[in-house]
């Protein structure tokens, strides 16, 4: 076994990382809230297009579970509910950044 092979099987932290984001529409859905802060359910579906309901809600539950989204009720209406980032989100914005730069470099 190869000395990288050691270390990246040595470090757990790194592959639930890529455990998490690398879940199909995870990272669409940590990018879309980057950009618009609050979202409600209606607008995943929009800005994501080809992920069926039953998927986004397990997605949301996901990175809900994970404490990386937060949903929101808000008192008075049974209805509405939106999503949004929390600390630990938010501080995937340098990540996603630099996925956005490799992507512009090495992605034709």
């Known amino acids: 076994m190869s000395d990288t092979t050691e270390k990246l ?5 790194f592959e639930e990382t890529f455990v998490i984001l690398g879940k199909k529409w995870n990272g ?5 809230l980057l ?11 929009a800005g994501i297009g080809k992920c069926s309901d039953r998927v986004l809600v397990e997605r949301l539950r996901e ?16 209805s509405k509910v939106d999503y949004s980032l929390t600390g630990k989100g ?13 992507g512009d470099e090495w992605i034709d």
């Not at 099987?9 to 932290?13: E, F, R, V």
């Not at 950009?35 to 579906?45: M, T």
Request: neutral net charge; glycine residues 4%.
């Open 9 to 13: 099987a040595l470090c757990p932290k």
């Open 28 to 32: 669409l859905i940590v990018e879309l």
């Open 35 to 45: 950009k618009e802060n609050v979202l409600r359910f209606k607008d995943f579906v």
């Open 63 to 78: 990175l809900e579970s994970e404490g990386i989204v937060t949903r929101n009720t808000h008192p008075g209406s049974v």
């Open 90 to 102: 938010l501080a995937l914005k340098p990540v996603m950044e630099a996925v956005h730069n490799w």
